[in-house]
Nanobody, 122 residues
Framework: QVQLVESGGGLVQSGGSLRLSCAVS???????MGWFRQAPGKEREFVAT????????DYADSVKGRYTISKNNAKTTMYLQMNSLKPADTAVYYC????????????????WGQGTQVTVSS
């Protein structure tokens, strides 16, 4: 059983930064990890992904150059460093894990965390 627990959300002013963490437990040695987000009234959307092996990353165009996804060497925690935040980044951010490569589709995820709220004020 894989468990994902997010933390680090909060309220920040436009232009500010936040770092989200996702604590990972369970057997995920060669899995793929990622972040999605969902704003009120909108569908869940892909943000970024990283491979547990090799640390290959990919980002949504809307966050490229502002967000950085990373992991610790023990592969027990994944991070999302968010800089230059905008009000449009306001959403619940979800950690995701998958046996196969995570794509832009939420259906590519096998497990989800409970989500953490990020609110960016203008």
């Amino acid at each position: 059983q894989v468990q994902l627990v997010e933390s680090g959300g909060g309220l920040v002013q436009s232009g500010g930064s936040l770092r989200l963490s996702c604590a990972v437990s369970g057997r995920t040695f060669s899995w793929y990890m990622g972040w999605f987000r969902q704003a009120p009234g909108k569908e869940r959307e892909f943000v970024a992904t990283i491979s547990w092996i090799g640390s290959s990353t990919d980002y949504a165009d809307s966050v490229k150059g502002r967000y950085t996804i990373s992991k610790n060497n023990a592969k027990t925690t994944m991070y999302l460093q968010m800089n230059s935040l905008k009000p449009a980044d306001t959403a619940v951010y979800y950690c995701a894990a998958a046996r196969r490569k995570i794509t832009a589709s939420p259906a590519s995820a096998d497990y989800w965390g409970q989500g953490t709220q990020v609110t960016v004020s203008s």
